[in-house]
């Protein structure tokens, strides 16, 4: 058999034949109780305390026929997906405009495009949507709701892809940059024209695992009265009393649609590591907390022992170490103090190493004639272990 | 600036955050709970278990919050008569905190699970040298070293289950922000830019902590090696 690699078989031996008798049982224990959690749970759908059968066709025919699909379902999932395609344009905008910001040198520029980043990230997205909704119904603007969900998806995942961004910079081996200096190149032209684009390559699967995200958040627009999939499917569900049934079916379309996009990101860094010198990762590990570049270098610390897990040699330079560049400066200050780059020689860290001098516990009887034979350091071990 | 004091003498905006942080600490308490659970079941040498713990974080990472709050309203309660409590408002905030907890325990399991990629291959092997079953080394050596490696994501989850919390709204909790806000825009349309900032920024107020105990716990944390 052969060893399983993920983190599970670190932690027990390859089962022997006993052992495997033991999973097998236990396997066959864990099988019968999740078959027992289902009937049980089908049961209290058959049956449930003084309502209706769930499971009858009569509630779930119109979850399920062709009218319930060109009516209600694809139009919903039509505006899902149109709110959600705007919205991811929108972002990629907002994010490259505002990362840039937050890399270039005037300081001003840089405050301004952190601070609202940083506020970006902070405020829940529903607070933005229903914002929005107000204020656009107010000002008389027709549709209010769809560009509520658009508008407030922008600036979150806006703010998650600037700091992507960043980190994409921050992630180039520092050659790149210092060979646009000197080629002649201003540090903005160096920015523009050689760092964000690669960073945008190394970026793309993290942007296409936020797409996800922001699929998943469309759904907060039925809130604020907007008829995506959701809210049709409550739609439909409060017409013929079966709203379990709609739930379930628009359920089971935002998982198809969510997990198929999930596997194009994890499929996508291959193709765009092809593009760029920086590593191209397929999660977006720096957003969420505000003000956590160090974060970023764990998880990606984190991760790095996944790479070695078998007796491989371990990483010299860890992934966030990859030489001087743009924004290092600012990368430092936070890094991850576990290891040190070598090509950074004020990273390194020297073990504190304290050699207490050996003890003279007693005077040397021949000390003077043995000091030039080149044994001393023995000799003198030698005696004092007597 | 009149204006303000007698909005906040109107509603009562503390109280409305104080429900979001009460749904935020029930949330990740249980989450917690069930996410180590699923963490235990994700790494045993049952294949089973470990099949049933990654459907579950699977499921719940591509399934929108919302949906699953709806559920938990329209589904679970009016359909399946599933209730915690006699008096409507207790018994939606117990099922918005039950919605949360279902879906932020996949995230703690991934966080967790990110933390144990931390702990170096010979702390394992050394625990199995000992002598030590799954159990033992689980509990007494890798979990605790695994739970210090992943207090960032943690702290992560965390933010997120704060902004999250707002969902409950789909909850019908109407007594958390986004509703109130809702309520006090709808009847005073022309401070509008006013109202939602006292929102945004007791959201900032309240994350910003969190944010940098997270960096600074995370960095005195961390096992060195």
């Known amino acids: 058999m052969a060893r399983n690699t993920n983190e599970s078989s670190v932690l027990f031996d390859e089962p022997g034949p006993k052992g495997k008798r033991r999973i097998r049982i236990a396997n066959w224990i864990g099988a019968l109780v999740v078959a027992v959690v289902v009937v049980l749970i089908l049961m209290r759908l058959h049956n449930p305390p003084d309502g209706e059968n769930q499971l009858d066709w009569q509630l779930w025919k119109p979850a399920l026929d062709s009218e319930a699909w060109t009516d209600f379902y694809l139009p919903g999932l039509w505006m899902t997906l149109k709110a959600a395609v705007l919205a991811v344009v929108g972002s990629v905008l907002f994010g490259l405009i505002f990362g840039i910001g937050r890399l270039l040198p005037n300081v001003a520029v840089r405050a301004v495009s952190g601070v609202i980043v940083e506020f970006c990230r902070a405020v829940p997205v529903l607070m933005f949507m229903i914002f929005f909704w107000r204020f656009f119904s107010f000002a008389g603007i027709e549709s209010a709701a769809y560009w509520a969900v658009v508008l407030g998806l922008i600036l979150y995942n806006g703010s998650v892809v600037a700091e992507l961004v960043r980190s994409g910079v921050g992630n180039l081996p520092g050659g790149q940059r210092e060979a646009s200096l000197a080629l002649g190149l201003t540090t903005t032209q160096s920015l523009m024209q050689v760092e964000v684009p690669q960073a945008v390559y190394a970026m793309l699967p993290a942007a296409v695992t936020q797409l996800v995200v922001v699929l998943k958040d469309t759904a907060l627009g039925s809130i604020i009265m907007y008829t995506d999939l959701l809210q049709e499917s409550r739609r439909l569900g409060s017409m013929y009393f079966n709203i379990l049934q709609t739930l379930v079916v628009a359920g089971v379309v935002y998982f198809i649609v969510c997990a198929l996009l999930s596997k194009l990101a994890e499929w996508l860094p291959s193709r765009m590591q092809q593009r760029t010198a920086a590593p191209a990762e397929p999660e977006p590990v720096a957003p969420i907390a505000i003000m956590d570049a160090s974060n970023v270098n764990q998880i990606a610390v984190a991760k790095e022992v996944d790479e070695d897990r078998y007796g491989g040699v371990p990483r010299q330079y860890h992934a966030h170490h990859r030489g001087t560049n743009a924004s290092v400066r600012h990368w430092r200050q936070t890094r991850y103090e576990q290891g040190y780059d070598s090509t950074q020689p004020d990273s390194e860290r020297q073990p504190e190493r304290h050699v207490p001098p050996l003890p003279n516990l007693r005077p040397h009887p021949h000390g003077e004639g043995h000091k030039a034979d080149g044994h001393n350091g023995e000799r003198k071990d030698g005696h004092q272990s007597e | 600036m009149n204006e303000f004091v007698q909005l906040?003498?109107?509603y009562n905006v503390p109280g409305a955050f104080l429900v979001n942080i009460e749904l935020t600490l029930w949330s990740a308490l249980f989450s917690l709970i069930?996410?180590?659970?699923l963490l235990m079941m994700r790494i045993s040498p049952i294949s089973s278990l470990r099949a049933v713990a990654g459907g579950y974080v699977e499921f719940f990472k591509n399934m929108p919050l919302t949906i699953i709050m709806v559920f938990m309203v329209l589904g679970a309660f009016a359909q399946l008569k599933l209730t915690f409590s006699d008096t409507f408002a207790t018994n939606f905030f117990w099922l918005a905190v039950t919605g949360l907890s279902l879906y932020t325990a996949a995230f703690v399991c991934e966080s967790l699970r990110s933390g144990i990629n931390t702990v170096p291959l010979g702390q394992a092997e050394a625990a199995r040298a000992l002598g030590l079953n799954f159990m033992q080394s689980a509990t007494h050596v890798i979990l605790p070293q695994a739970?210090?490696?992943?207090?960032?994501?943690?702290?992560?989850?965390?933010?997120?289950?704060?902004?999250?919390?707002?969902?409950?709204?789909?909850?019908?909790v109407a007594t958390e922000t986004s509703s109130l806000m809702s309520e006090m825009i709808e009847f005073h349309a022309n401070s509008i830019v006013g109202i939602f900032l006292i929102f945004a920024f007791g959201y900032v107020i309240l994350i910003i902590p969190i944010g940098a105990l997270t960096t600074v716990l995370s960095n005195k944390l961390a096992v060195r090696r």
Do not use: C, D, E
């Not at chain 2, 210090?148 to 994501?153: H, K, N």
């Not at chain 2, 919390?165 to 909850?171: C, I």
């Open chain 2, 8 to 10: 906040f003498s109107q």
């Open chain 2, 34 to 37: 069930l996410g180590v659970i």
């Open chain 2, 147 to 172: 739970f210090r490696g992943s207090v960032a994501p943690l702290g992560n989850t965390l933010i997120a289950l704060l902004k999250n919390s707002t969902v409950a709204a789909a909850a019908s």
